[in-house]
């Protein structure tokens, strides 16, 4: 079992900088993948920035440039610095755990509000 626990998000004006932190515990040595997704209502959950164990990383078109991911195996840590924030960026922000076994595992979610 993998348990995730996020910190940061909140409300921010059109243009500026948020930053979320995810810290797993359990079984971390099983963790291949820790990224972040994104959902609205009515929408399916997305994507936003993921990496990999070994340090490759992958992000949405609609974040790239302006999003960063980075893990911090030692403490199996991982935070998503989002800078140039747009209205669209608002979402519900969830910390995920992809397993070596194919179990995903999901933090509480994360308000991020972006005001226009």
């Known amino acids: 079992q993998v348990q995730l626990v996020e910190s940061g998000g909140g409300w921010v004006q059109a243009g500026g900088s948020l930053r979320l932190s995810c810290a797993a515990s359990g079984s971390t040595s099983s963790i291949n993948t820790m990224g972040w997704y994104r959902q609205t209502p009515g929408k399916q959950r997305e994507l936003v920035a993921e990496?990999?164990?070994?340090?490759?990383?992958n992000y949405a078109d609609s974040v790239k440039g302006r999003f960063t991911i980075s893990g911090d195996n030692g403490k199996n840590t991982v935070t998503l610095q989002m800078t140039s924030l747009k209205p669209e960026d608002t979402a519900v922000y969830y910390c995920?755990?992809?397993?070596?076994?194919?179990?995903?595992?999901w933090g509480q979610g994360s308000q991020v509000t972006v005001a226009s």
């Open positions: 990496t990999k164990e070994g340090g490759s990383t």
């Open positions: 995920s755990a992809l397993l070596y076994a194919g179990r995903r595992h």
